[in-house]
């Protein structure tokens, strides 16, 4: 480190600065010291670090990846968290883990082996949120419970979004409509984005004096086209579906198309919480109300920084406002069933 700190003309504190983030470091000084690094093929040892009692430039992001693993829309979370943590000299670690597993949690924690996390996959009331509060450690939410006073979090305003849908599917001219969440039992186990979703396409749809219809399906091809089969057979009605359950999605489209429900033409789809890369992807190309993932997950990585070295951590909460952007899925409400 002393070498790395004379070729780069700093103090050696600086360079300690610069590897473990505890002080922000102008960027022309860190690319000196990076320079050096590279010079001398210094590779700093973090675990020595956590040893000798400093940080070890790691933070976590804690994603419950589950069976079907990650999407598109929360990959780009992933994407730009580790993109902003990289340019705030931190490394940024995935840890899959389920929201039930407190006692790993605990041990992530009580091992040290991370400066600071960045929660997914919020629950309405999350037992993860106590655990980090009690303990300490810093932490930013994607996502947010019930009550987020005093929390630090970037959530995606899903209030706003189902507005956004359902007003978007009432000018067209449709008045029955459905919402496709994930599972039955995220809902009841109460996973925010699913909750917050149908609480307000429900209001939408009820401010506008149409039918919303809940659909709750499992995260798989073989889930989109179950629900098309409930709907097929309980709600022949529906003219459009907010979706918010990208797997079944694709499942969805596959068994429409293959009882001659053409989409548009006779089936109308909104994707909400679903990123450009994903929306485009499909055939049609998915109309959304959505806001980014990318800067979504580089705004929360931002956060967790200014916490890490207690710079306003106590109003560091943000609501990405949604925008609806027009594709291929949706048109006028049909008025014959053919």
Not at 209 to 222: D, K, T, V
């Amino acid at each position: 480190m002393a070498d790395v700190a004379r070729i780069a003309g700093v103090s050696r504190s600086t360079v300690s600065y610069a590897l473990s983030g505890v002080r922000p470091i102008a960027p022309e000084t860190r690319e000196r010291i990076l320079q050096a690094m590279s010079e001398l093929g210094y590779t700093p040892n973090l675990l020595a670090q956590g040893l000798a009692g400093k940080r070890t430039g790691i933070v976590s992001l804690i994603f419950p990846v589950g069976e079907q693993g990650m999407n598109t829309t929360e990959f780009e979370y992933v994407q730009g968290a580790a993109e902003q943590a990289r340019a705030d000299g931190y490394h940024l670690l995935l840890w899959p883990m389920d929201p039930d597993d407190l006692g790993e949690m605990h041990r992530i924690v009580a091992q040290g082996l991370v400066d600071g996390i960045l929660l997914m996959e919020v629950r309405s009331f999350d037992e993860r949120i106590p655990i980090l509060i009690e303990t300490g450690v810093p932490f930013v939410s994607i996502g947010r419970p019930t009550d987020a006073d005093g929390l630090a979090f970037v959530d995606a305003d899903f209030e706003a979004m189902g507005e956004l849908a359902v007003a978007h599917l009432v000018g067209l001219g449709h008045t029955e409509i459905g919402l496709v969440t994930h599972s039955r039992e995220s809902l009841d186990a109460g996973y925010g984005p699913m909750v917050r979703s149908w609480d307000a396409v429900a209001a939408a749809a009820s401010r506008r004096g149409i039918n919303a219809r809940l659909f709750p399906a499992a995260s798989s091809l073989a889930g989109g086209r179950d629900v098309f089969e409930q709907i097929l057979e309980g709600a022949p009605e529906t003219t459009a579906l907010v979706m918010i359950n990208e797997a079944a999605t694709a499942g969805l489209l596959g068994a429409a198309a293959n009882h001659g429900w053409r989409v548009p033409e006779f089936l109308s789809i909104v994707a909400i919480n679903t990123s450009t890369g994903s929306a485009e992807r499909f055939m049609p190309a998915l109309t959304t109300a959505s806001a980014e993932p990318r800067a979504m997950g580089r705004e929360a990585a931002q956060f967790l920084s200014a916490r890490l070295r207690a710079e306003g951590a106590d109003a560091l909460q943000w609501l990405a406002e949604p925008v609806l952007t027009l594709r291929g899925s949706t048109a006028a409400a049909r008025t014959t069933r053919s």
